[in-house]
């Protein structure tokens, strides 16, 4: 099977599954199984028609940034960065990335601002306070800087959205928090909070950058002029600017709406 071939294979079986947990878990499926090389070739014709504005290709890379944003896959993504670079991938070279983090070590120091958490309380206890339907528990759990805590926070049915760009966009952050944020596809996916992740300098770097390839040029305009971003965070979102069609052949193809 070609590149192509197995590109389609992907992102056909991929948006064949209902649910985002659904697909990100057949994509992860797929990353682990298959040989780097075939599995890079096939990704980088995703990756690059997602950049050209293809709906399905897009949709597919949304499941695909879930699956390298999980845990424990960092070893595989290491191999398709190398497999990228090797073979001038450049399409998922942009996604696999892993810029230079500027100011990560003086942003994750310290304790950040509006953790109220009860230093008397049990990670076990914080956890549990996390399930429940208490907004102002709720909003004091939110300054936790445990990433487990957080993880049940975000299940919370009572969190809001704004909840978590609040969340997302706090300074100083924490980069195992910003990760939790990234890896929950019930939040991760809201363009808002996309937007608090990639701009907060805190959040680790190559998330930041997966997450840059899926803004819209608005989006990427808007990171790009942000202060405080990396620049190589910048770079990543300029980069993708340029591969981006113009918004008036996007509308010509019916692409944009």
């Not at 192509?4 to 199984?33: D, Q, W």
């Not at 950040?112 to 339907?133: C, E, I, N, Q, Y």
């Not at 195992?176 to 596809?185: F, G, I, Q, Y």
Request: net charge positive; glycine share 4%; with cysteine.
């Amino acid at each position: 099977m070609d590149r192509y071939a197995r590109a389609e294979a992907i992102v056909r079986t991929t948006l064949s599954l209902a649910g985002a947990a659904l697909r990100a878990s057949y994509v992860e499926s797929v990353i682990r199984t298959s040989d780097i090389e075939a599995l890079a070739r096939a990704l980088d014709v995703v990756c690059e028609r997602a950049e050209q504005a293809e709906a399905a290709p897009r949709e597919a890379l949304l499941a695909i940034v879930d699956a390298l944003n999980a845990e424990g896959m960092e070893g595989v993504v290491q191999r398709l960065r190398e497999q990228a670079a090797g073979d001038s991938l450049l399409a998922l070279d942009r996604l696999v990335r892993s810029p230079d983090a500027e100011a990560s070590a003086s942003s994750t120091a310290g304790t950040p601002h509006g953790d109220a958490r009860d230093p008397s309380a049990t990670l076990g206890r914080r956890k549990f306070l996390a399930r429940r339907p208490d907004r102002e528990t709720l909003q004091r759990l939110l300054g936790d800087p445990h990433p487990d805590v957080i993880r049940s926070v975000l299940r919370n049915p009572r969190l809001t959205e704004d909840d978590v760009v609040r969340l997302a966009a706090r300074r100083p952050g924490r980069a195992e928090v910003l990760a939790e944020v990234a890896r929950s596809t019930k939040w991760s996916h809201r363009p808002r909070v996309r937007v608090a992740l990639v701009a907060n300098p805190a959040t680790p770097p190559e998330v930041a950058a997966r997450i840059a390839g899926l803004l819209l040029r608005p989006e990427l305009h808007l990171v790009a002029r942000l202060p405080g971003v990396p620049r190589s965070v910048r770079a990543v979102c300029l980069e993708h600017l340029q591969r981006r069609p113009p918004v008036e052949s996007l509308r010509r193809a019916g692409k944009l709406h």
